[in-house]
């Protein structure tokens, strides 16, 4: 069992910056594959990004891709993600997730894979 809470969002101009923040309790950290997902109004929760238990693994969607990375600090308990450049279209809440396999991307993918979740994050980009 983890406890997640999101933290980091805010409201950002096109082509900004920002570093969301997943901090972990409950149990370690390093037990789990952690991930981020998004959800925009009226829309499907969909997947960002994703890291390994260590961290020698990473998968991204291809709509973030070259502009978010994923990150963990295992000794802090902590699972980062920074974005830059961000566009309009990035607006969405953003959850933290985990769960103690690392899995295939089709099933990274689906939320319905992923056994917890943060409350969100609201991650604002106006243009």
């Known amino acids: 069992q983890v406890q997640l809470v999101e933290s980091g969002g805010g409201l950002v101009q096109a082509g900004g910056s920002l570093r969301l923040s997943c901090a972990a309790s409950?149990?370690?950290?390093?037990?789990?594959?952690m991930g981020w997902f998004r959800q925009a109004p009226e829309k499907e929760r969909e997947f960002v990004a994703a890291?390994?238990?260590?961290?020698?693994?990473?998968y991204y969607a291809d709509s973030v891709k070259g502009r978010f990375t994923i990150s963990r600090d295992n000794a802090k308990n902590t699972v980062y993600l920074q974005m830059n450049s961000l566009k309009p279209e990035d607006t969405a809440v953003y959850y933290c997730?985990?769960?103690?396999?690392?899995?295939?991307?089709?099933?990274?993918?689906?939320?319905?894979?992923?056994?917890?979740w943060g409350q969100g994050t609201q991650v604002t980009v106006s243009s």
């Open positions: 409950g149990r370690t950290l390093s037990t789990y594959a």
């Open positions: 997730a985990a769960d103690s396999y690392w899995r295939g991307s089709s099933l990274l993918e689906r939320a319905s894979s992923w056994d917890y």
């Open positions: 890291i390994s238990r260590s961290g020698g693994s990473t």
